[in-house]
Every structure is written in C-alpha cells, then in structure tokens.
C-alpha cells in the first residue's frame, strides 16, 4: 500500500469534520466496505491521501426495538445481527441475508453499514493496478460490456456519466438518450431531444463531422454506430412533421433582438430566441437566409430545399428575415444595438485570404467559386484545374470544377497525406471521382501568358508547423511546374472586421467573445460563429448559438432557463442483439457516374434501416452489480436509512453512478437502520445462489417479504439482487401476487414476470433461469 494518513474517529461528529476539512482525497472505512483490499490492489486512478476509519465509534454499534421499529446501528457487525434473537424472529429475512455474507470471520468484521456501502464487484473494476481504466472510474468504456459478463447485470445498464458520443459532440447532444427513443419506435420522443439542443438536425444529418462516431465505443467491437446517417433520418422527420414540432411562443416578452446573419449560428439563436418570446429579426445582405449553408456547401451535399425548409419553419414561427436590398450595407454593429434591446451577431467569414505569390491576381477565390455556383452563375473553369488548399471548402472545390466540367483537377496543400485537414471520407470521395492530390507542395508562382494562367510553380515542402505548433512552413530545393488554365484558392476565410464599428474589441481579424456566454465588450451584444471562431464546423456553430440564446434571454431579464437533468445513475436498457458483431448500415449513394453539381449524392435510409442502425448502440453504461447482500433485505423490509445529513428509504439510497454505489455525499455518514415492524403472519426469505459458500458474491438472490392472510398474499415486496447495478425491486411481481393464494402455478407466473424485460450479455443468460427458480421457490415459501 502507498504511504497515506490513517485517522480513528471517535464520534460522528469527528468524522465528518475529517470528512469536510480533506475532502475528495479522503476515504471511509467502516467494516464491509473491503476499502482497504482496494487500496492495496492499487484499483483506483486516485489514491487517497487520508483514511478515516468509523470502528472506535462506540455509540454506532447497536439493537434496539420500540412499539415502531427496529433499529440498527451502521456499525453493528453482521455476525450480532445473525444472531440476534429479536431479528431471527420477527427479521428473520435481514437475518438470513446477513448469514449468507461470506465466512463468519468476514461476518465478524463486516458491519451493516460497510456492507451496504461497497463498491461494486466486477473482474475488471476490480482488477490490480487499475488495469481496465472503466468507465465507472471516469474512464471511456465498461469493459464488461463486451467482454467477461458472466456475472454482471441482465436488466441493461446505468449511465454513470455522459456517454463518449455526447462529450465528443461540440453541441452536447444527448445521442444515446435519443438513439434509445428510436428503439423504442417513439419517433416524436426522439425529435423533442434533439430539437432541446439542435434545430437544424435535417443540416447536421448531412454535413456534420459525426466526431460522435470516432468516439463511439462499438469502434472499439466492430464498427461505430452511423450518427449522423440516424441524424438525418430525424432531421427530415422533424421537417416532414413541423406542425408538431414548431409553435409561436404562448406569451410574448415585448423584446426585440437582432441577428446579424443567418448562417447555422444565427438561426439557431433565432430558434431559441423567439421560443423565449422575444421578437426577433434576422439580417442578412445575401437574397437568400443560409450564409455559409446556402452559398459555400455544394447543393450535392446539402441540397437548398432543406435549408430552405428550415428557414419556413423559422418564418411560421414569427422569425422576421430581411435579406439583400433590404438591408443597410453601411449599418454598424452600434446601429443595430441603438435600434433593438439586444444583438447577435454572426456575420461568418467571407473575407478572402492571400498567399502574396506573383500571379495570384489572376487565381479564382473557391469561396467565390462556391458562391457564384450555388447562384448557378458558374460555369466549367477550365479544362486543367489546379486547387490551392487541403481542407473540406478545397475538396468541395475541386469536386465541383470536375462536376462543371473539368477534364483533370489537382489539388496542392502545404501539409502531407496524414496532414491534410479536409475530413478523411471527403478525401476518399475526392479521390473516388478523379480528383489528384499533391500534398506536401506549396506555390511559389502563377505561370501566365498575355494575362492568362497556364500553369502553377511549386516548391517541396518540408515540415508546415514549428516545434511549437505555428505555421512555419520550410521548404526544400525541389519544383514541380503543373500546366493549368485556372487556379482556384481555398485557403480558408477572414471576418471582415470593417462591418463591426469602431467599438466592439476584436481579437485579431475576428470579434472577441466569451467562449461561454458568447458575450462581447459591448453590452447587450453577443456573437458567434465564424465572426468569432473562424471557419469551424456547423454543429459548433449551433452550440454557440444555443449558448447565445440563453445568455440574452438572461441579459433581457427572462428566466434562468433549466439544463436538462442528467440521468446519471438510472437505469438505461438496449437490445442484447447490439453485442453480436455487426456492420454499420451504409447510406445509399450515387454512383459516381451519375452524379451532378445540383443534385444530392447521398439517397438517405429508410425506417427499417434506421431502428436497425439505432439497435447498434451499447447505451453505454456499467453493467457490474450491486454485490449487497443486505441491500436487498433491506428494500423488501421497507427500511428507511438514515444519515448524518437525512433520511432515506432504502430503495432511494443506492446509486450507480462516477465513484459513487450510494447517494450519500462524500461528507455523509450512514448512522442507523430502522425496520418498521412486520405485519403479523408475514412470511420472509432469503435465497441466495453463489457458487461456494466463502465467497461474498451472489450470482444472484432474491428478499421477498410476502404478508399473507386468510391463505392469500395481501401484500408483497420482492426485491432481486445481482442482477443489475442497483438491486431491483419488482412491482410487476407484488400487484401480481395481490390477492392471490400462493401455489406453484403462482409462482411460476410470478417467476416469468420476474425476468421481464431482461436483456442478458453474451454470457450470461443462465442467469434469467436463476432468477426465475429463485422467485418461484421465495414464493413456494408462503405455502401452508
């Protein structure tokens, strides 16, 4: 064991004050809770700095009983509690379970409240070493999930922290939450969480980076479940369904706010804006709403109807757009504040950037390039088209000119293959249809004749980057001269600062703003978007705008607007077909011969495809069980446990959750049990399967506190154990029993009700028949 502090409390009180006063890097040990095999198997990530242990607290270690209940003291052994003579007779089901715990020298050691405060007991959370950094410890993945699960939970999974896909996701989006509502088939359901965080869900569905799906653990088993392809789906339903889904606010605030621009930043804040009953009006000097969205990403990836479309839902809900003529070119950001009680801004960046090589006059601007096609003024650039840049708007241009008509396309980028910044699958799609790539190159001039290209000179290029990350590109001796009649530049974009006024503070060419509030230096205006980022990804672009929305409904006086909970700790199901390998669903495409500039290259999924795909998903979660054998008892004796801060009934106190199996804070002490006393003629067991009887791990158990009366059960509770992170009570079970004379037919349909709804892992389905001749014979039990 490392070196640590070790402090014996002598009164709760104590306790809690070491508890309060070294707070995270302190541990309890009480008896039970095996903390000290787990500190010399080294299991966790953080060791403690300081122990405190509960055992010389004398006033913790009691039995008593009133005309109420029966009380417990947190540290009574459970070799006292076995044998006590009131708990054998009217607790006869806490008796047995605290029997059942392993060898009499553990009951020996072990108190009531350590037992039901242990970690949980998995081969690879309890592995030295803290081999498998699980996901219960902070770490990506519950390695039990697919792999060694013959003991582990066979009713899903806990969600102990926010899923790999959701923190890989630059909005937050709740993806295995919605991922679940399409299992479910509740379409509806499933639209309402994306439409909390994203509007604009038909958009993403097509251009999203999906860093979801290099994250999702199923990568790890076979291939990633198809995010964005599901994303997409929603996204048209949303549309295909916008009565249902988009409303007028009930009330209106009387606020009025300006958005500069409608780009995906814009409109989303636009979104929520009017949601919180703010008027709000949209400016942008393009004819048509969509900035970057409708003028710079090519109509074969994100046809214009579909931004079209979001743009008519936005207008039906009282969004006002005023676009081209109708907006003043010369209004300042000052202007516009003067006029409206707030504004956002998110211009985007359509500056054009310079390389200063001879000849660059005569090149083309792809952002240009783009523009002039999306408004069908374009035509074939020429029949050898030579592309400056390695990132998406390169590739979409280069793409494009093939599309228009060019007879042979390259593209040239300082950084090399495994450089290149442009998303891999749009390379391979480049690739796919002709286009040459000429990484590690870098211009050094345009080769022209009488004011006309023919041609580009290119140097080697070394390294792009300095031993500090800056751009600092090194070049070597070597030319290579390329024939060329056109020479397209797209090597990113600039905000251009001169339409922002005097007063607002820029960093660089780009407006200065809060990366959490998106607050600017002038009050009452916020901005977002490539204004503020640069040219960045349309999903970041909506989580700013989100963020925005909340910041000025706050700055106008609206309500503190409420995150959604997180659902850490509750139970989260999947179907157990999602642990056979499979591969991920593949969209339906063009093929390459019949592709064209105007039309969308990808044919979408139908409904089957899309529940199929969403059946994918692990749900990620941790599926080790609760190794409590008196967690169970408990529950089904209806006990409250009280602590030093409240009171709980026990089937509220335990928790799967990041480093937690409780709900107690890290400076709360359990300190009593109380049972309330049976009702005359209550028949309790205990079942228990393990494997050896010195082992303190149930395979599974069952605690079944049954009341019964004039040869019927008039109440029941029946509590399982070992079969789920938490132990599980099963109401479907006790309304059944209601009323009914114990019998084996009885117990039989009790026993299959028991098991409904599991979803055992690879290995573990025996399991589900454990549970069903536990239930049955808990049940034979009451027979007189």
């Known amino acids: 064991m490392k070196p640590l502090k070790y402090y014996n409390a002598n009164t709760v009180e104590s306790a809690v004050s070491m508890l309060e006063e070294h707070k995270d890097g302190v541990k309890v040990v009480a008896g039970g809770t095996d903390l000290l095999g787990t500190l010399k198997d080294n299991l966790h990530p953080l060791y403690p700095e300081t122990v405190v242990s509960l055992k010389k607290i004398d006033n913790l270690s009691y039995i008593e009983e009133d005309n109420e209940s029966l009380k417990v003291g947190a540290m009574t052994k459970l070799s006292d509690i076995q044998d006590d003579p009131k708990i054998k007779g009217k607790y006869a089901l806490l008796a047995e379970a605290a029997h059942t715990v392993a060898s009499p020298q553990i009951r020996n050691m072990a108190t009531i409240g350590g037992n039901i405060c242990q970690e949980p007991r998995c081969w690879y959370y309890r592995y030295p070493e803290n081999k498998f950094y699980c996901l219960r410890k902070g770490g990506k993945i519950c390695n039990a999930l697919t792999g060694n699960n013959t003991y582990h939970s066979i009713f899903g999974a806990a969600k102990v922290c926010a899923t790999p896909c959701q923190s890989a996701c630059p909005n937050g989006t709740n993806i295995s939450g919605y991922l679940s509502k399409v299992r479910e088939g509740d379409l509806d359901g499933a639209a309402q969480l994306l439409l909390s965080v994203n509007p604009l869900a038909a958009i993403t569905g097509r251009v999203c980076p999906h860093y979801c799906e290099d994250d999702c653990n199923r990568g790890e088993f076979d291939q990633g479940v198809s995010v964005r392809d599901i994303e997409r789906f929603m996204g048209d339903y949303i549309l295909n369904n916008a009565g249902r889904f988009f409303s007028a606010p009930d009330k209106e605030s009387g606020k009025n706010i300006a958005v500069i621009g409608s780009g995906p930043a814009g409109l989303t804040a636009a979104f929520y804006l009017r949601q919180f009953g703010h008027k709000v009006t949209v400016f942008d000097r393009n004819k048509e709403a969509g900035g970057m969205l409708t003028y710079a990403i090519p109509a074969y990836r994100l046809p214009k109807d579909v931004v079209g479309r979001v743009v008519d839902v936005l207008k039906n809900i009282g969004v006002e757009f005023k676009l081209g003529s109708e907006v003043d070119a010369k209004a300042t950001v000052e202007d516009y504040k003067n006029k409206f009680d707030s504004v956002f801004v998110a211009s985007g960046a359509w500056g054009k950037n310079f390389i200063n090589i001879p000849g660059e006059e005569l090149t083309l601007s792809g952002l240009e390039f783009l523009y002039k096609i999306s408004n069908k003024q374009q035509e074939k650039p020429g029949k050898k088209v030579v592309v400056i840049g390695g990132g998406n708007v390169a590739v979409d241009v ?19 293959r495994e450089e290149m910044p442009a998303w891999e699958h749009e390379l391979a799609q480049a690739l796919e249809e002709g286009v040459k790539l000429l990484p590690s190159w870098g211009p050094e001039m345009i080769l022209e004749k009488d004011g006309k290209v023919t041609g580009i000179l290119l140097k080697k290029c070394l390294s792009v980057f300095n031993s500090a990350g800056r751009f600092a590109p090194v070049y070597g001796e070597e030319k290579l001269a390329l024939e060329a009649d056109c020479v397209i530049l797209a090597i990113g974009q600039r905000a ?83 642990l056979e390998n499979s591969a991920k669903v593949k969209m339906l495409q063009r093929p390459v011969e019949g592709r064209a500039i105007y039309t969308e290259d990808a044919l979408g999924l139908e409904i089957e495809a899309i529940k199929e795909e969403a059946n994918r998903c692990f749900n990620c979660g941790c599926v080790a069980v609760s190794p409590s054998d008196v967690a169970p008892a408990l529950i089904a004796l209806d006990a409250i446990i009280k602590t030093t801060k409240k009171t709980i009934a026990a089937e509220k106190f335990f928790l799967a959750c990041l ?8 400076d709360e002490l359990v300190t009593e049990i109380q049972i309330p006393i049976p009702v005359a003629g209550s028949v309790q067991v205990y079942k228990k399967f ?36 938490v132990p599980k009570r099963v109401n479907e079970v006790e309304d059944f029993l209601k009323g009914k004379a114990p019998s084996l037919e009885v117990a039989e349909v009790a026993a299959a009700l028991a098991v409904k709804g599991a979803s055992p892992l690879l290995e573990n389905e025996y399991k589900v028949n454990i549970v069903k001749a536990l239930v049955k014979r808990s049940i034979l039990a009451a027979v007189r």
């Open 496 to 578: 251009e600062v001169e339409l922002y006024g005097q007063n607002l503070e820029l960093k660089g060419s780009y407006i200065a703003a809060d990366e959490e509030t998106q607050a600017t230096s002038m009050a009452g205006v916020y901005a977002w978007g490539d204004a503020v980022t640069g040219p960045a990804t349309v999903v970041s672009a909506i989580a700013g705008g989100r963020k925005a929305s909340s910041s000025i409904n706050s700055y106008l006086g609206g309500a503190e607007i409420e995150k959604a909970a997180e659902t850490y700790g509750e139970m989260v199901e999947f179907d157990g077909s999602c």
């Open 398 to 416: 280069a793409i494009s000119s093939l599309r228009l008509g060019a007879e042979e396309v390259s593209m040239v980028c300082l950084e090399s």
């Open 659 to 666: 480093g937690k199996s409780t709900v107690l804070d890290q």
């Open 690 to 725: 393990r494997l050896r009887k010195s082992i303190d791990f149930p395979v599974a158990s069952v605690a079944a506190n049954l009341s019964v009366q004039n040869g019927k059960i008039a109440d029941a509770r029946i509590v399982l154990g070992a079969v789920m992170p």
